[in-house]
């Protein structure tokens, strides 16, 4: 029996918002929209297509903010230019830590989800 990854989702308040951050933060691109009466489904990839999507979600009868929990599941990327992305991170002020010691750092979409920013293996 073999498992592959399909997509991780997070629920947003604003689906343009969410999709302009992607699309500049990490260069995510939209693949598909699912519109139903309740909810809708932006489904964005990488540019290499890898079959790994981020699943945006907006519950349409949803207000306020989301509670993100204590512990929050987090968004990981690799990326060839680290200190450009890490320029370019800070430049849109969505840096919320960096971790010298690790060399990563990790940034926070307008929703609050955090992602982590990794240098390619």
């Not at 343009?16 to 489904?41: C, M, Q, T």
């Not at 512990?71 to 990326?79: D, E, K, S």
């Not at 450009?84 to 990790?106: D, K, S, Y």
Request: charged fraction near 25%; proline fraction near 5%.
């Amino acid at each position: 029996m073999k498992f592959t990854m399909a997509h991780s989702s997070i629920a947003v308040k604003d689906v343009e918002r969410s999709v302009d951050f992607y699309k500049k933060a990490v260069g995510l691109k939209v693949k598909s929209v699912k519109d139903l009466p309740h909810i809708n489904l932006t489904y964005m990839v990488d540019e290499e297509e890898s079959g790994y999507e981020l699943e945006i979600t907006l519950k349409k009868d949803h207000e306020g903010n989301y509670n993100l929990g204590e512990n929050p599941v987090h968004l990981a990327f690799w990326v060839d230019d680290y200190k450009g992305a890490l320029a370019m991170h800070q430049e849109m002020g969505c840096v919320l830590r960096v971790v010298e010691p690790a060399g990563i750092h990790f940034i926070q979409d307008p929703d609050g989800y955090v992602t982590e920013i990794m240098p390619n293996p």
